[in-house]
Structure formats: structure tokens, C-alpha cells
Nanobody, 125 residues
Framework: VQLQASGGGLVQAGGSLRLSCTASGFNLDYYAISWFRQAPGKECEGVACISSGVGSTYYADSVKGRFTSSRDDAKNTIYLQMNSLKSEDTAVYYC???????????????????WGQGTEVTVSS
């Protein structure tokens, strides 16, 4: 069972990146998948969540309107499209999977069963 996050990189403020989170060993459709980020010296924070089944999405206020989470069941992959990036979006981004019913981007990390390894996003101003 593994989650593989990818797609991070260096981008200028105002630019875009798309992160991917691919699962192996389990079907993402049955899990709520969230994206968390941790900036240097700061606590880990949830930014987006896509629910299991119908795939309802939830976002933190800090990214609402700029980030979009989606799911490709055929590829067993979750995406986080990040637009209008700001310097404060700089962080290591993690995807996490939970078998629980989650209806918020701000669920605590303890609710998640599997974690990806993180992908670094750097936004230059």
C-alpha cells in the first residue's frame, strides 16, 4: 500500500502547478484524500480534501478559488491544480488517504491511514 506524490517544483508567483497523488495497493475511490502542506517552521495544515464516492471537494480559506482537487479513477490518481500561486504557498505538500468520512479540508492528521512522501513547492516572488 503506497501513495506517491509528485509534481512539485519552482514557480514564479502567479503561476500554476499540478500535483499528483497516485495510489498503489488500494482503490482511491473508497478513500477521502486530502492534501496537507508544511512550510518551514510552521505546523502542517490541510488545504484540500476530496471525499470518497461522489468526490465532493473542500478547501481551506487560504486556497479557495485558487486550488482545485480532482480524481481520475482510471489512473487511481488525485490531482491538486494550484493556480495564482503566492509565496505563502511555498511548502512541502503531502497527500493522505482516510477510510473515514471526511467533510473538511481541516481534518486532523490523525484521521488519515496512509501518507505520501511529500513533494516540494517553491513559489518565488
Amino acid at each position: 500500500v503506497q501513495l506517491q506524490a509528485s509534481g512539485g517544483g519552482l514557480v514564479q508567483a502567479g503561476g500554476s502547478l499540478r500535483l499528483s497523488c497516485t495510489a498503489s495497493g488500494f482503490n482511491l475511490d473508497y478513500y477521502a484524500i486530502s492534501w496537507f502542506r508544511q512550510a518551514p517552521g510552521k505546523e502542517c495544515e490541510g488545504v484540500a480534501c476530496i471525499s470518497s464516492g461522489v468526490g465532493s471537494t473542500y478547501y481551506a480559506d487560504s486556497v479557495k478559488g485558487r486550488f482545485t482537487s480532482s480524481r481520475d479513477d482510471a489512473k487511481n490518481t488525485i490531482y491538486l491544480q494550484m493556480n495564482s500561486l503566492k509565496s505563502e504557498d511555498t511548502a512541502v505538500y503531502y497527500c493522505a488517504a482516510s477510510q473515514r468520512v471526511i467533510t473538511s479540508a481541516l481534518a486532523t492528521t490523525s484521521m488519515y491511514d496512509y501518507w505520501g512522501q511529500g513533494t516540494e513547492v517553491t513559489v518565488s516572488s
